[in-house]
C-alpha cells in the first residue's frame, strides 16, 4: 500500500513545473564557481544546496502528501512553507519584484556575515548554492527577458546601455523599477493572464506561460544568459560580505572538510528519473507516466532514488548534515523580510561579454543496440564536455528512436560560457543506454575503434573538425564496436553582453 500511495505521489511531484530545471542550475552553477576559482567538491557542495530549494518546495507539494509520513511531514511544515516562498514565485508587479531583490541582498549579506565570522565554511557554501538558486530562478521565472510588450525589452532602445542581457542589478534602481516586470500576472484588466505554466505549455507564444525552465521553452537561452551573468555578479557580491581567509577555505573546500556526494548523487537521480533534469517531459497521471508524453520520465527509478534518499517515506530520517543546513537557512534566512532599499556597490563585471556555446542531439536512431535482457525500447541519455566542463543530458525512456525536433520536445542542450574570441571549442559527446545494472556505452562514430565523438567548433564559421566535419546539423553513425546507433548533432552560439 505504501508503494503504490507514493507512486501516485510521484506522479504529482514529477508533473509540478518549477524554476530551471535541476540540470541548468547545475551547469551555469558549476560554470561560474569554477571560473571564479572554486574546487570541484566546493561546487558539488554549492549545487547540492541549490537542488535542495526546490527540494523542499517538492515536498510540500498537495500530491505527496498522501505518500509521505503524516508526522514527519508535520515536524517540516513551518520549514516546508518557507521553502515554498523562495524562488521569486507569485509576483506581480515591478514594485513586488523590487522588495524581494531588497531582502535577498539584505538577508544574504547578514547571514553570511555571521556564518563568516563564526568560520562556518561548509554552511557558507550551501548559502550561497542556495540563495543562486533564488537568484537563477529570477530570470526563468519572469518576464524580464520577454520582448515588448509582454516583457520590458531588455537591450533594446533606452536600454541598450546596460547591454543585451543585463541583470536586475546591474540596471540603474530608478531605471529598472519604471519597467513592468513580474513573475505573475493575473490582472484582469491587462491581459492575458500570465502563470508559471509545464514543461510544454504553449510552446509556440510568451503569452500565458511564463516559465523558461529548460532549452524546450522561449526565451530559454536569453534567461540563461542573464542567470549567468546575475550568477557571476552573486559570487562576487557574496565574496564582500565574509572574510577573505574565510573566502579562500570556500574555494579550496576538499572531501575531508566535508563530502556531499549523498545529497550531490540524489539531486541528479531524482531530477533525471523525474523529468525535471533538463526538459523533454514528465506525466501528469499514472497513464500517462508510461506514454510519449512522459518520455523523460522513469518512475520505477524515480521511487527507487527518493526513497532511498529518505530513507523511506520520512522526511525527518535520513537527513545529512548538508541538508540539516538547508532546514536551518530556510528557517533563519529563507523568511527574508523587507527592511527597505538596498543598493550594493556592484563588482566589476569583467569580462562584459561572452559567447555562449551550445551543443545540440536533434535526433538519435538505434542501429544494432539493444535493451539487454529484459528487452523493451531503449533507454537513452549522454554524456557530453565543452571546453572541459562536463555536462549530463536528460533521459528518453522506452524509445528506439527519438526525434527531439518533433514539438513539444527539443534538442538536449549543454551551454557553456566560453570567450567571444575563442576561435577553437572543444566538444565531446558519448551516447550512453540506461540498464539496472550496468549502463552502456553506445558506438556513434563512425571511425573502427572509437565509439565517442570528439571535435571542434569554430564559432564564427560553424564548422566542425574532427571526428565531425562540415558545418550545421551532422549525422554521425557508429562503425560497429559494439552496439551502435545514429546520432544527429548540431552547436550553436551567441553572444551576450553585460555592461555593469
Same mark, same amino acid.
Given at each position: 500500500?505504501?508503494?503504490?500511495?507514493?507512486?501516485?505521489?510521484?506522479?504529482?511531484?514529477?508533473?509540478?513545473?518549477?524554476?530551471?530545471?535541476?540540470?541548468?542550475?547545475?551547469?551555469?552553477?558549476?560554470?561560474?564557481?569554477?571560473?571564479?576559482?572554486?574546487?570541484?567538491?566546493?561546487?558539488?557542495?554549492?549545487?547540492?544546496?541549490?537542488?535542495?530549494?526546490?527540494?523542499?518546495?517538492?515536498?510540500?507539494?498537495?500530491?505527496?502528501?498522501?505518500?509521505?509520513?503524516?508526522?514527519?511531514? &508535520?515536524?517540516?511544515?513551518?520549514?516546508?512553507?518557507?521553502?515554498?516562498?523562495?524562488? *521569486?514565485?507569485?509576483?506581480?508587479?515591478?514594485?513586488?519584484?523590487?522588495?524581494? +531583490?531588497?531582502?535577498?541582498?539584505?538577508?544574504?549579506?547578514?547571514?553570511?556575515?555571521?556564518?563568516?565570522?563564526?568560520?562556518?565554511?561548509?554552511?557558507?557554501?550551501?548559502?550561497?548554492?542556495?540563495?543562486?538558486?533564488?537568484?537563477?530562478?529570477?530570470?526563468?521565472?519572469?518576464?524580464?527577458?520577454?520582448?515588448?510588450?509582454?516583457?520590458?525589452?531588455?537591450?533594446?532602445?533606452?536600454?541598450?546601455?546596460?547591454?543585451?542581457?543585463?541583470?536586475?542589478?546591474?540596471?540603474?534602481? &530608478?531605471?529598472?523599477?519604471?519597467?513592468?516586470?513580474?513573475?505573475?500576472?493575473?490582472?484582469?484588466?491587462?491581459?492575458?493572464?500570465?502563470?508559471?505554466?509545464?514543461?510544454?505549455?504553449?510552446?509556440?507564444?510568451?503569452?500565458?506561460?511564463?516559465?523558461?525552465?529548460?532549452?524546450?521553452?522561449?526565451?530559454?537561452?536569453?534567461?540563461?544568459?542573464?542567470?549567468?551573468? &546575475?550568477?557571476?555578479?552573486?559570487?562576487?557580491?557574496?565574496?564582500?560580505?565574509?572574510?577573505?581567509?574565510?573566502?579562500?577555505?570556500?574555494?579550496?573546500?576538499?572531501?575531508?572538510?566535508?563530502?556531499?556526494?549523498?545529497?550531490?548523487?540524489?539531486?541528479?537521480?531524482?531530477?533525471?528519473?523525474?523529468?525535471? +533534469?533538463?526538459?523533454?517531459?514528465?506525466?501528469?497521471?499514472?497513464?500517462?507516466?508510461?506514454?510519449?508524453?512522459?518520455?523523460?520520465?522513469?518512475?520505477?527509478?524515480?521511487?527507487?532514488?527518493?526513497?532511498?534518499?529518505?530513507?523511506?517515506?520520512?522526511?525527518?530520517?535520513?537527513?545529512?548534515?548538508?541538508?540539516?543546513?538547508?532546514?536551518?537557512?530556510?528557517?533563519?534566512?529563507?523568511?527574508?523580510?523587507?527592511?527597505?532599499?538596498?543598493?550594493?556597490?556592484?563588482?566589476?563585471?569583467?569580462?562584459?561579454?561572452?559567447?555562449?556555446?551550445?551543443?545540440?542531439?536533434?535526433?538519435?536512431?538505434?542501429?544494432?543496440?539493444?535493451?539487454?535482457?529484459?528487452?523493451?525500447?531503449?533507454?537513452?541519455?549522454?554524456?557530453?564536455?565543452?571546453?572541459?566542463?562536463?555536462?549530463?543530458?536528460?533521459?528518453?525512456?522506452?524509445?528506439?528512436?527519438?526525434?527531439?525536433?518533433?514539438?513539444?520536445?527539443?534538442?538536449?542542450?549543454?551551454?557553456?560560457?566560453?570567450?567571444?574570441?575563442?576561435?577553437?571549442?572543444?566538444?565531446? *559527446?558519448?551516447?550512453?543506454?540506461?540498464? &539496472?545494472?550496468?549502463?552502456?556505452?553506445?558506438?556513434?562514430?563512425?571511425?573502427?575503434?572509437?565509439?565517442?565523438?570528439?571535435?571542434?567548433?569554430?564559432?564564427?564559421?560553424?564548422?566542425?573538425?574532427?571526428?565531425?566535419?562540415?558545418?550545421?546539423?551532422?549525422?554521425?553513425?557508429?562503425?560497429?564496436?559494439?552496439?551502435?546507433?545514429?546520432?544527429?548533432?548540431?552547436?550553436?552560439?551567441?553572444?551576450?553582453?553585460?555592461?555593469?
Amino acid at each position: 500500500m505504501i508503494r503504490g500511495l507514493l507512486i501516485v505521489g510521484m506522479v504529482a511531484w514529477t508533473g509540478t513545473a518549477f524554476g530551471f530545471d535541476t540540470g541548468p542550475h547545475f551547469d551555469m552553477t558549476r560554470d561560474v564557481l569554477t571560473s571564479e576559482g572554486f574546487s570541484s567538491n566546493a561546487v558539488e557542495t554549492a549545487q547540492s544546496g541549490n537542488y535542495l530549494v526546490d527540494f523542499y518546495e517538492f515536498m510540500g507539494s498537495k500530491g505527496l502528501q498522501i505518500a509521505l509520513d503524516a508526522g514527519c511531514q &508535520a515536524k517540516e511544515k513551518t520549514t516546508l512553507a518557507i521553502g515554498d516562498a523562495q524562488h *521569486f514565485d507569485d509576483l506581480e508587479n515591478t514594485t513586488e519584484v523590487a522588495h524581494k +531583490w531588497d531582502a535577498m541582498l539584505a538577508g544574504t549579506k547578514g547571514a553570511a556575515d555571521s556564518l563568516s565570522k563564526a568560520g562556518q565554511i561548509m554552511p557558507l557554501m550551501v548559502l550561497l548554492g542556495m540563495s543562486l538558486h533564488n537568484v537563477q530562478d529570477f530570470y526563468t521565472h519572469s518576464n524580464w527577458v520577454d520582448p515588448s510588450p509582454m516583457g520590458p525589452g531588455i537591450g533594446k532602445g533606452a536600454l541598450a546601455k546596460y547591454g543585451d542581457h543585463p541583470t536586475w542589478l546591474s540596471m540603474d534602481r &530608478a531605471e529598472r523599477e519604471l519597467l513592468d516586470v513580474y513573475t505573475r500576472h493575473t490582472d484582469p484588466s491587462k491581459p492575458p493572464k500570465r502563470t508559471h505554466g509545464t514543461w510544454e505549455s504553449n510552446n509556440n507564444t510568451t503569452a500565458d506561460s511564463l516559465n523558461k525552465d529548460w532549452a524546450g521553452r522561449i526565451q530559454y537561452t536569453d534567461a540563461y544568459i542573464c542567470a549567468y551573468f &546575475a550568477s557571476r555578479q552573486w559570487v562576487r557580491l557574496f565574496k564582500g560580505w565574509v572574510d577573505p581567509t574565510v573566502w579562500s577555505k570556500m574555494q579550496k573546500l576538499t572531501r575531508k572538510d566535508y563530502d556531499p556526494s549523498r545529497d550531490h548523487t540524489a539531486a541528479e537521480r531524482v531530477s533525471f528519473y523525474g523529468g525535471h +533534469w533538463n526538459g523533454n517531459g514528465s506525466g501528469y497521471s499514472l497513464s500517462e507516466m508510461h506514454s510519449s508524453h512522459a518520455a523523460g520520465t522513469s518512475l520505477t527509478f524515480l521511487i527507487n532514488e527518493a526513497t532511498d534518499y529518505l530513507g523511506g517515506t520520512c522526511l525527518t530520517k535520513r537527513r545529512t548534515k548538508l541538508r540539516q543546513q538547508v532546514e536551518n537557512l530556510l528557517n533563519t534566512w529563507g523568511k527574508m523580510p523587507y527592511a527597505g532599499p538596498v543598493n550594493p556597490a556592484l563588482p566589476s563585471a569583467a569580462p562584459e561579454s561572452l559567447r555562449f556555446v551550445q551543443l545540440k542531439i536533434h535526433r538519435i536512431d538505434k542501429g544494432t543496440a539493444d535493451d539487454g535482457r529484459t528487452g523493451g525500447e531503449m533507454d537513452w541519455f549522454s554524456y557530453s564536455s565543452i571546453e572541459g566542463q562536463k555536462y549530463m543530458s536528460g533521459l528518453i525512456d522506452e524509445h528506439d528512436n527519438f526525434n527531439f525536433d518533433t514539438k513539444p520536445y527539443y534538442p538536449w542542450t549543454m551551454t557553456k560560457a566560453v570567450s567571444p574570441r575563442l576561435n577553437s571549442v572543444q566538444i565531446g *559527446f558519448t551516447l550512453m543506454e540506461l540498464d &539496472a545494472l550496468d549502463d552502456d556505452m553506445v558506438d556513434v562514430n563512425p571511425k573502427t575503434g572509437d565509439q565517442t565523438l570528439v571535435f571542434r567548433y569554430d564559432p564564427f564559421t560553424g564548422k566542425f573538425r574532427g571526428d565531425l566535419s562540415g558545418t550545421g546539423t551532422l549525422v554521425s553513425k557508429g562503425a560497429g564496436d559494439g552496439d551502435n546507433a545514429q546520432v544527429s548533432v548540431g552547436v550553436e552560439s551567441t553572444v551576450g553582453a553585460c555592461l555593469k
